[in-house]
């Protein structure tokens, strides 16, 4: 190379600077790409992103008390509620006042619904309430505090004043309290009573199940992967169908499927009972239960486990194993010291594919699941479509939510996300 | 595989005990069905080691000893089980034959390294079984499916008329059931129209968006790609709800608004969450064909005076059609069987085939479900066909060798 050094900068055909006109392009082509990708990102944002926002807003959102109720709130701020003591005239006035506009705009019962969630019989005491509240004279018919005790002697009780108090925020940690089986009180957070903590029972079942469904997936997995990736790629595809088949075909036909297997007198059974190995009279119960919802949920994530240990054991050089033996390993040794490190990948991969997408599960649950086989997200639909506690269902959601990102970071470290593949 | 090993007849010994051990195995379940396992123990493992000694010692050629055993083990079954038991016999003798002969003259061992010790033998066989069984757990629930639903009862399980292969015992019933019943055909028709539609939008958003993600620079590339693929990670129940909320805000907007029509919004709705789902898988697979893409085939095009548009529809679209196709094929089936989005989001007039499904399981049991599950299977056989076709022609496409 020559030693002189060019001072001048290197110029492009239109005469600019090169790395001026490099930058140039740079620019144009990194906006071209974003161009391109935009109107898809709106999309998501739009149709995806923000319900989940919407949802977390959900979470915390409380404003119904204070909408509703808003000179109750206000004359409730100066009443000490651990004295223990009813309050003043004041606050029942504005209550009363509160409650008829209320029954008037015929908003009542929402309000009333909501203080059920936290104390029951709430709902029925606002509308009882109401019902009367509309004929009053505001003016003349005071003072109204013998009179809504002479409505309903839930009014002579601290409590129902001390639960209008604690949930008269805007913002509310109180669906997540409930989520966890706690709720709020006048002296704080407490525990729900033993009758009601079901919660978090199921949040150990959803972990423990999905667990077990990890687990059992490996199990039956890990064999038919190394099959896969040891075989002679002609047989191996053929194998393949075996697994792409349940794969691809529809949830509701493998959850059928396995309705139909497990069922008392289900193919299973009558296997068992024509074998003699299980007596008419006492067929095993296989379905609404935790068996039924692991054996059909094993089935249901089995190829996604299978696939990304497959891909990892493809890279696997058999020469390895054989390498091994050759120095002396035994086929133990041979497997643990030298296949199994190098499979780990894959293992990692699958398992949390596949706990991930078991905590989430609702239909396999739900309809082989009966009462004692359904995960944390059954209660969040029943929730949105029965009990209509949106609150509620909105903060197991999002609990449910920060579980699943966390697990996706894990799975981004691990594997990487531009890595997924689909059918192999 | 081509033999790697010299095979050499095996002792009689070896042949005869692991037959009996088969048989053995055969007769207590035959035994125990009919109340005497010790019995059935006994006669299996002495019938088929006597079989074993007969074709491998007595009868001089194999095809004849072979052909024999099937014979006569189809004859054995037509005369006590009838039709049935006759082709399970015979299929029973075919088994038994092969085994034995493959036993005696050491075929197991041509496909194995010489090296290995018997104990490897037996194992790499018992792996074999275990691997089968293993493959059995994940077909059979789709299979036992099908013949069911030929059932002319109205139950999920086999009837004694369906296992004497009895053609009483079978009708079309359950399909003339989905073809008439005006509940099944409509939501037939709604999985119909939702799902084509919201592939289509999410294809043609989809691929655009893979296209500007495999260029060279892409700023955020990562955070760009975690939020495309965040609606398969989320789980559907979390997703369901969240769409729950926002959607019939979205909905009430549109249709008070705007004072568009109902039903038109919810089809909107409905396909407007089911887009969303398929994104991901869209995005994954044309990113994937995109990798092997050459991008000097565009510079070429636009040096011959191609205009971007033309390109991309006469260069780039052919070359990545297949990926295309197949994330197309992803975004349809996703929508297809999507039961728990579209119950939150959608209303009853929008009740698709899997929703019905779904209600049909948990609250009335018709085997009609039957019916429209084996449709189904058969839906996704051929689109499991479909994208083998495709990636193979992908990868010709790009020069690959098949696999």
């Not at chain 1, 082989?368 to 009990?387: E, M, P």
């Not at chain 2, 066909?385 to 990636?391: A, C, S, V």
Request: hydrophobic share 50%.
């Amino acid at each position: 190379m020559s030693a002189s050094t060019n001072t001048e900068p290197m110029l492009s055909a239109d005469g600019k600077p090169l790395k001026q006109s490099l930058a140039r392009a740079l620019r144009r082509q990194k906006i071209r790409a974003l161009l391109l990708i935009a109107p898809l990102l709106a999309f998501i944002f739009i149709a995806f992103i923000l319900p989940i926002i919407s949802m977390l807003f959900r979470s915390v959102e409380n404003d119904i008390v204070a909408t509703t109720l808003p000179q109750t709130v206000a004359a409730l701020q100066t009443w000490d509620s651990s004295t223990g003591e009813l309050p003043d005239e004041p606050v029942y006035a504005a209550f009363a006042s509160d409650i008829q506009k209320a029954a008037k705009a015929k908003i009542h019962t929402k309000v009333g619904l909501r203080l059920n969630y936290e104390q029951s019989g709430i709902a029925s005491l606002f509308k009882k309430t109401a019902r009367k509240a509309k004929k009053w004279d505001m003016e003349a018919d005071g003072p109204f505090k013998e009179k809504l005790i002479d409505i309903h002697k839930g009014w002579s009780n601290v409590e129902t004043w001390q639960t209008l108090k604690v949930h008269s925020s805007n913002y509310t940690s109180g669906y997540f309290l409930n989520a966890i089986d706690m709720h709020k009180t006048a002296s704080g957070p407490e525990f729900q009573p033993e009758n009601k903590q079901i919660l978090l029972t199921l949040f150990g079942r959803t972990l423990i199940m999905s667990l077990a469904i990890m687990g059992s997936c490996l199990l039956l997995g890990y064999p038919v992967a190394w099959l896969l990736a040891n075989l002679p790629m002609r047989h191996a595809n053929l194998l393949m169908i075996l697994v792409l088949l349940p794969f691809w075909t529809s949830l509701l036909v493998r959850t059928s499927a396995w309705k139909v297997m497990l069922q008392q007198q289900g193919v299973i059974n009558d296997v068992l009972v024509n074998l003699g190995l299980v007596a008419d009279s006492a067929r095993l119960v296989m379905i609404n239960n935790e068996t039924g919802t692991i054996v059909a949920m094993t089935h249901i994530l089995l190829p996604f486990m299978i696939l990304p240990m497959y891909s990892v054991m493809q890279t696997i050089p058999p020469s390895y194993l054989r390498a091994a033996k050759s120095l002396g390993a035994t086929n133990t040794t041979a497997f643990w010291r030298v296949y199994f490190p190098q499979s780990v990948p894959g293992i990692g991969a699958g398992s949390i594919l596949v706990f991930i997408l078991a905590i989430g599960y609702y239909i396999t649950p739900e309809i082989v699941g009966g009462t004692k086989g359904v995960f944390i997200s059954n209660r969040i639909a029943y929730h949105i479509l029965r009990s209509l506690n949106w609150g509620l269902a909105a903060a197991l959601g999002t609990i449910l939510l920060v579980a699943v990102l966390i697990l996706y970071w894990a799975y981004d470290k691990m594997v990487g996300i531009d890595n997924v593949k689909l059918g192999g | 595989m081509a033999a790697l090993t010299v095979i050499s007849r095996k002792p009689l010994s070896f042949v005869l005990s692991v037959t009996a051990l088969l048989g053995a195995l055969l007769g207590v379940l035959m035994g125990m069905s009919m109340g005497n396992a010790p019995l059935g123990l006994i006669a299996g493992a002495a019938i088929t080691s006597a079989v074993a000694y007969l074709g491998t010692s007595v009868i001089p050629e194999e095809r004849t000893a072979r052909y024999g055993l099937i014979a006569a083990t189809l004859i054995a079954g037509l005369y006590f089980f009838g039709l049935v038991g006759g082709l399970t016999g015979a299929l029973w003798g075919w088994f038994l034959g092969w085994f034995i002969f493959w036993l005696y003259e050491g075929r197991y061992r041509a496909r194995l390294h010489p090296y290995l010790t018997p104990g490897q033998v037996l194992w790499h066989f018992t792996f074999r079984i275990i691997c089968g069984l293993i493959f059995a757990f994940l077909i059979i629930p789709i299979i036992v499916v099908m013949p069911l639903s030929f059932n002319a009862q109205d139950f999920f399980t086999f009837t004694p008329e369906m296992l004497r292969f009895d053609p009483a015992g079978y009708s079309l019933k359950h399909y003339n059931d989905f073809f008439t019943n005006n509940e099944w055909q409509r939501s037939f028709k709604n999985s119909l129209i939702i799902a084509p539609i919201a592939t289509l939008v999410s294809v043609s958003l989809g691929t655009l968006a893979a296209i500007g993600l495999s260029q060279s620079h892409v700023p955020f590339k990562r955070a760009i790609m975690a939020i495309l693929i965040s609606p398969m990670i989320v789980p559907l129940i979390i997703s369901a709800t969240g769409m729950f909320f926002f959607y019939a805000g979205l909905g009430k907007f549109l249709e008070y608004q705007l004072g568009l029509d109902k039903n038109l919004v919810g089809y909107m709705k409905v396909v407007l969450a089911h887009a969303v789902l398929g994104i991901p898988f869209v995005i994954i697979t044309v990113t994937a064909t995109l990798v092997g893409f050459d991008n000097s085939l565009t510079r070429a095009a636009a040096n011959m005076g191609a205009n971007p548009v033309t390109t991309f529809f006469r260069v780039q679209m052919p070359l990545i059609l297949p990926g295309v196709i197949s994330g197309g094929l992803f975004a349809f089936i996703t929508s297809f069987d999507e039961v728990v989005v579209i119950m939150f989001v959608g209303s009853a007039s929008q009740k698709t085939l899997p929703w019905q499904m779904f209600t049909g399981l948990r609250e009335q049991i018709s085997p009609t479900i039957l019916a429209v599950a084996t449709i189904l299977v058969a839906l996704s056989i051929v689109l499991l066909t479909t994208l083998e076709l495709l990636r193979r022609r992908s990868e010709k496409l790009r020069g690959m060798s098949p696999s």
